[in-house]
């Protein structure tokens, strides 16, 4: 009876002692796109190697059990940036800031103007170019086909469409450089054609 009772407190202790052992901890997300602009991806997953797995929602937060074994992977998707997944191994932080790359394309688009003074429907239009993209343009290129005028009558034109590419770009926090040039043609068409090529994330 003696040995039984002795047996039976050591598994208590043992027990109580286990669960005071293995401390539930909590790590928190913060999610930035590449300009450091916030985001909230769609999907965030979190798969542990005890084979459970969590989905993080509007609380990116996960809580866990601390123990010098546990790992997990985050993995994140999201339609307009690139799938990403990282490990984290023992001991893990309180918080983690993870960038998530924008998926870039590439958008090509004319404007055919009467004279090198754009009107004000296409500046609408050239503007409406430009503030489909989320993020904004961060690379432009502008070919201006001159057609039967001079090249120093573009230059009110080329002022213009500038100012229109930082306008969309400004309001959208764009940190990292961006990219813009203007080429000029000569040719023999009655009309003026400015071709435009930009670089945006999706």
Same mark, same amino acid.
């Given at each position: 009876m003696k040995k039984l009772l002795l047996a039976f407190l050591g598994f208590i202790v043992f027990t109580f002692g286990y669960a005071q052992s293995v401390s539930k901890d909590r790590i928190c997300f913060q999610f =930035?796109?590449?300009f450091g602009s916030s985001i909230k991806p769609d999907k965030v997953e979190i798969t542990d190697n005890e084979g459970n797995t969590f989905q993080l929602f509007t609380d990116y937060c996960f809580?866990?059990?601390?123990?010098?074994n546990y790992a997990f992977a985050i993995i994140i998707s999201d339609v307009n940036y690139y799938d990403y997944e990282k490990t984290y191994y023992f001991p893990i932080p309180e918080t983690d800031t993870i960038v998530l790359g924008n998926i870039i394309t590439m958008t090509k688009f004319f404007i055919k103007s009467e004279t090198p003074i754009l009107t004000d429907d296409e500046i609408k239009h050239l503007r409406n170019f430009f503030s489909e993209s989320k993020y904004g343009y961060n690379s432009l290129t502008v070919q201006i086909n001159v057609g039967k005028y001079n090249v120093s009558e573009f230059q009110s034109s =080329?002022?213009? =469409?500038?100012?229109l590419y930082l306008r969309d770009l400004l309001p959208k926090n764009l940190h990292n450089s961006i990219e813009f040039s203007i080429g000029l043609k000569n040719n023999d068409l009655d009309n003026v054609f400015y071709l435009f090529e930009g670089l945006h994330c999706k």
């Open positions: =930035i796109n590449q809580d866990y059990y601390s123990t010098p =080329i002022v213009q =469409i500038f100012d």
